[in-house]
């Protein structure tokens, strides 16, 4: 599968434990973004990197949450003390900024998270 | 921020029939339009997408509208099928290449009729 891949599918936690998400982007695309999405809502934009550089995140994004790239590729998203506003769907996209390889951006699978 | 709202919220449609979804956005920046298809637990698969220097496209049934002096682009499915049930969303963008971030619209929930 050459698509967007992201672990773990599902994950149960209990409130104020830490989690940590990890998605594998397309090999070619060099962005790679992270939306959080609510049941019955469109998906949020949290952040995007191009590379390993975070090129911007959302005021969504409260300081319990990081995200890095640390070699271009994959990317980990981490939420420290989880609360149950916290559960969700979170999905993650990546894109290509070559005009050869097309521009639009392709979603994993998503992760969703419940706390209980 | 961008401000996105679509309409309706629901469209229920006979099969073979027609659907439009209208999306309205409040960013005049904004140079790119795409359409995500998102079936029940599925990712949002993009199905259409239009760039500001375009007022039209069409793919087999689907084709996608802009008015960008209105600030609105639609979303048309024609001889509508089954399969086309889904929530759809539209996500315009500020960049003309369409890889930053997407603002989602509230969604429209598709049903089709047998």
């Known amino acids: 599968d050459t698509g967007v891949s992201q672990d773990p599918r599902h994950k149960i936690t209990k409130r104020g434990q830490n989690v940590t998400f990890r998605c594998d982007p397309i090999?070619?695309?060099?962005?790679l973004y992270w939306y959080r999405q609510t049941l019955g809502q469109g998906p949020e934009f949290l952040t995007y990197?191009?590379?390993?550089?975070?090129?911007?995140k959302s005021r969504l994004l409260s300081d319990r949450f990081s995200a890095e790239r640390p070699k271009g590729s994959f990317s980990t998203l981490e939420i420290q003390r989880t609360e149950q506003g916290d559960s969700a769907m979170y999905l993650c996209?990546?894109?290509?900024?070559?005009?050869?390889?097309?521009?639009?951006?392709?979603f994993g699978p998503g992760t969703r998270l419940t706390v209980t | 921020g961008e401000n996105v709202e679509q309409h309706p919220s629901t469209l229920s449609v006979q099969e073979g029939d027609s659907a439009v979804i209208k999306c309205t956005y409040s960013?005049?920046?904004?140079?790119?339009f795409p359409w995500y298809k998102q079936e029940l637990g599925k990712r949002p698969q993009l199905i259409i997408d239009?760039?500001?220097?375009?007022g039209e496209k069409k793919d087999q049934r689907i084709a996608v509208t802009l008015n960008k002096t209105a600030k609105h682009f639609s979303l048309h499915i024609t001889e509508t099928q089954p399969e086309d049930s889904a929530v759809y969303f539209c996500a315009p963008m500020g960049s003309n290449f369409g890889n930053e971030k997407l603002t989602f619209g509230t969604g429209t929930r598709l049903t089709i009729i047998p």
């Open positions: 239009i760039r500001s220097n375009v």
């Open positions: 996209a990546s894109s290509s900024t070559q005009r050869t390889l097309g521009y639009e951006q392709y």
């Open positions: 090999s070619e695309h060099n962005r």
């Open positions: 960013d005049s920046a904004s140079n790119y």
């Open positions: 990197f191009q590379n390993e550089a975070q090129l911007e």
